[in-house]
Nanobody, 115 residues
């Protein structure tokens, strides 16, 4: 049974930084690409960043140069370091892994960027 548990969200001022984490269990973590998505009420969930099993990463245009995704295979954890945060980054952030054709999601962690 795949389980993803996010943590690290919170309230931060514009221009600030935050790191969210996602611990995965029930899978051989090093085998799978991982992704971070975000969603605001009334909008579709959007891909923010993804990282391959070997560490190659991709980013949405809106976060390039500000966000960094990384993974630690020893800790079964994927991170999203968010710098220069903007109010538009306010959302619930979700961790994702696709296993056997099925999408798996965590419960999400709220990130609020506000002064």
């Amino acid at each position: 049974q795949v389980q993803l548990v996010e943590s690290g969200g919170g309230l931060v001022q514009p221009g600030g930084s935050l790191r969210v984490s996602c611990v995965a269990s029930g899978i051989i973590f090093s085998w799978y690409p991982m992704g971070w998505y975000r969603q605001v009420p009334g909008k579709q969930r959007e891909l923010v960043a993804s990282i391959s099993s070997s560490g190659s990463s991709n980013y949405a245009d809106s976060v390039k140069g500000r966000f960094t995704i990384s993974r630690d295979h020893a800790k079964n954890t994927v991170y999203l370091q968010m710098n220069s945060l903007e109010p538009e980054d306010t959302a619930v952030y979700y961790c994702n892994v696709k296993v056997g054709g099925f999408e798996n999601w965590g419960q999400g962690t709220q990130v609020t960027v506000s002064s």
